[in-house]
């Protein structure tokens, strides 16, 4: 099967978040199936694009509305991620050192979705699958369909996969001379709550539709930040899969960023060996247990708790534990944690930025990773905790629902119900108790590393709906 994965972001090409390493790895995993998978991002400043080798296989120009633009589709010579790497390079869009966040970038998804379909159309083969990633890539479908210049992609199936619904790419019709010619009478199709909506415009007319977790799904359809009557009319068509890890990067035992690595075997050693390595980097003793936040500082992630979740904890449990941050996001709740820096000196850091390296460190060298989150579609960050033995504490939502279970009921990690100051100090609370039984924590540790949540069988899932959704429109 010859499947094109378009996106945003690529795991170690460009990152933001969890996007990244899906499109990262699951279409190498996919490959390693023994199909034919290409993955098409935009081209951005990044260090990838300059330390690795690049051919140019097709240039042209995208009209977008008044305006045109240059684009050359640059391929990765070496294949070194265990698929064919695009980069789409728009010069005066898309060479900046940042990914989101600029004013125009609404012009600059569109112009790559333009673009992308430009080179497919000018191929000589055709894909089976064009698999679209949230609502950058939102208009592919409805182009696809309905416009005059991509009559030769109409047979093509495509799927989107929804990664979060609360960003959805949203421009009025001021806009609307960007696309291609389309008979107007199909406009409705890219309409929702009067004005272009690229996710719910995928949501209408992708063949196929999928969230990163079971549990999502099933939150979307009432929860789903205005979108939930579509999702519910779309039911039919739609399929919760969970995310899965890459177990070649995420690795304990292989892990080259690390201090020392380790097994189920030499957990206790491992364990210890890098959490000693982590506290000396922020001044902490490690003989206390280590909790850790990874990840964006946004509410969602209900990253605006933490300055108060630090507070209880540190006022709660003086000198008991250590408390490590490492995050960006919201300068707001970035400037509340640096300031909690002078008043708990000992037993607690922060960190702001994306550091990938001190992100492995801090996996490896934790007891207890903190997930409080209000919204999360899967989470990949309880995954990534397990395999290296640290427990997750999360809140039951979305992914984090779908992928632990409280010890207490023989599971795998710490739940608590709501993402509040309260929920999360208790689950602290029991955190601290299941540290002070050495064999107990050690078990559901081995547990959490013995848990399967590869690509490997998850990647067979998207083939096996890739081809009920081919069935089901050639049906039609």
Known sequence: MEIFHIGAECYPVAKVGGLADVIGALPKY???AENQVRVVIPCYETVFRFQNDFECVHWGKLKLGNFNFPFSVLKEVSNKLGFELYLIEIPELFDRPNIYNYRDDNERFISFQIAVL????????????IHCHDHHTGLIPFMIKYCVKYNKLKNITSLITIHNSLYQGIFTFNKLYYLPDFDLINIKELEWGNCINSLATAIKCADGITTVSPSYLNEINHSG???????QRVLNKSKGILNGIDIDVWDPERDSMIEINYSIATIDEGKQKN??????AFNMNPSKPLFSFIGRLYNEKGADLLPKIVTSALETFKGEINILILGYGDTEIENQLKQLLSVYKKNYNVYIGYNEELAHKTYAGSDFILIPSRIEPCGLNQMYALRYGTLPIVRRTGGLKDTIVDFEDNGNGICHEQASVEDVSDSMQRAIDLYKNKENIKQIRIKGMNTDHSWKNISQEYIEFYNLIIAKKYEN
């Open 118 to 129: 430009d080179w497919i159309t000018g191929r000589n083969s055709m894909p089976d699958i």
């Open 225 to 231: 930040n205005g979108l939930e009557t579509l999702y």
């Open 30 to 32: 996919q490959s390693n």
């Open 275 to 280: 959490k000693e390595q982590l506290c000396e």
